[in-house]
Structures are given as C-alpha cells and as structure tokens.
C-alpha cells in the first residue's frame, strides 16, 4: 500500500486563504478529492493522509466529510486550539472519529517563542492520551524551538513536515544540517520529505540539486522514520504529480524492496496508527 503522507483538499475562499496570494494563482481555486483520484491512478497512489490548510474546527468537519465519502483519504491531520483551555473538549469530539489521526497547527506564521508558551504545551500534553500525533510545520530557523518542544515530551509522537523547509540551493545550511540531526537523535520524531520542490528559489529545481538534502534525510532518520508525501496541491507551484513522485522514486530506487515500502506506506501506517485496509465509504 502506497500512502501519500501529506496533501491537502480546499474550497478556495480568498478572505480565508489569503496566503495564497497572486504569487500563486494557480492554486486560487477548488481542490478536492475528484481532481486528486485520476493523479493517484496513475501512479501507484493507494492513500493519503488529508492535512489542515485553515485553522479552525470547521476543517476538521470538511476533510473528515471527505474522508466519509472517499475510502482512499486513510487519515485527517486537523486542528484544534490546543492553548484553549478547554481543549479536552475539542479532543474528545474529534478524536471519536476513527481517520482523526493527528494535530497541526502552523507555527511557520507564528511569532517566536510561541512553541514554548505554557498554554501551547499544555495543550500538546493532552495529544497522547488520545492517540493523537502532532505534525511540526516549521521554518528552518524554527528549528531549535521544535527541538525543545519535542525533549520536553519524549513519549509524544511527532512528525516534521517538509523536511523543516529548508532553502533548497546549492549545499545544504550546516545550521539546518546540525538541528535536523539533533532533531532525528530523538525517536518520538518522523519526518515528511514533502513540499520540497516549492523550497526551492522559483521553484527552479532539478534532482540533483535536491540529492544532498535527502540524503542528509537519510543520514539522520534512517529508512524507518522517513515518509513519502507530496504536497498536493501547493506542489504544483512547481511540479506536477508525477514529476515530484519520481523525484524520490529516482533517489530510492537502489533501496532493498523492503526499505522503499517502509518510506512509501510502512512508516506512514505505522505513525499515524491507519489499518491496512479502509472499507469502502
């Protein structure tokens, strides 16, 4: 089973996705699950995870509304407000759902420090009594805060999207290199490598400039705590579907068999807990 581990579903509203801004035009309109269903045909896609693009408790009811009807979204990374108070509340009700597999929340736009506000971890340490992963969406000089965050809870599973975005150009960032390294020294954290054709300046990227920082992956997290995902839709920014899929299938393709199934489905069922099949909808 082939899982794509990110991608996301909207309905294009340009008050609430104002960070789409004319930079990207091409994403100014609806993605949903009928125009991603013929780009995992053909190639090999058997699921995905769905993940929050909106902060609000309404994308939670949308993308597990999709879920309900479409059998190949295996699991939601939703939101919740983990510094209310009373975000037990918001837990329970969505945690019932048997695809709310995990918390985001997007820390990229946030002030720093805010990884280390009381409210936030609070709110953090009730994820595990509920199942829940937490997926770190953060810059690379974000970083050192998200590796605080994750000492601070050694039995929360984590996962960090996009590699931890760094710049992709040229040799890597020996600061990037040495706090994903550090990073991967904890085994409560996995790491997405997706989104990163749109890392690169202009989004001019080419396989080969790519190579060092997956294999800085690599170095770090080894086979079994590296994920597949592809970004979808905001990776068409620079690469179409099949183009960024064979990115990794390029790289990868010298694994032993087993060690691509871990990073193309394994890894992926494994963290996030999904059942190896879903019936139909």
């Not at 280390?116 to 509920?130: K, N, T, V």
């Not at 790491?191 to 202009?202: H, I, N, Y």
Request: glycine share 6%; net charge negative.
């Amino acid at each position: 089973m082939t899982i794509d581990a990110h991608q996301h579903f909207w309905k294009f509203d340009p008050v609430r996705d104002a960070w789409i801004d004319e930079s990207m035009t091409a994403l100014r309109r609806d993605f949903l699950p009928h125009d991603l269903a013929p780009a995992y045909a053909a190639n090999g896609i058997d699921g995905c995870i769905a993940v929050q693009a909106d902060q609000s408790l309404a994308e939670n009811d949308f993308l597990l509304d999709l879920a309900n009807r479409h059998s190949f979204i295996r699991g939601v990374v939703g939101w919740v407000d983990l510094c209310d108070p009373q975000v037990e509340e918001q837990l329970e009700r969505y945690a019932a759902h048997p695809k709310f597999v995990g918390v985001r929340h997007i820390v990229q736009a946030e002030p720093s420090g805010f990884l280390a506000r009381p409210a936030f971890r609070r709110g953090i340490g009730r994820l595990l009594q509920y199942g829940l992963t937490y997926d770190l969406l953060v810059y690379h000089h974000q970083l050192p805060d998200a590796l605080e965050l994750v000492r601070a809870f050694p039995g929360q599973p984590f996962i960090l999207d996009h590699l931890g975005k760094p710049v992709i150009q040229g040799v890597p960032d020996p600061d990037w290199v040495a706090n994903l390294r550090a990073l991967a020294q904890l085994p409560n954290v996995h790491c997405k490598l997706s989104g990163l054709v749109t890392e690169a300046p202009g989004y001019h990227w080419t396989v080969d400039g790519m190579r060092p920082y997956l294999e800085e992956a690599v170095l770090a997290f080894g086979t079994r705590r590296l994920l597949y995902g592809s970004d979808w839709p905001v990776c068409l920014l620079a690469a179409d579907y099949a183009s960024q899929l064979e990115v990794y299938r390029q790289l990868f393709s010298g694994w032993p068999p087993s060690e691509i199934d871990h990073f193309f489905g394994s890894n992926a069922r494994h963290i996030y807990r999904l059942p190896l099949s879903t019936p139909n909808a």
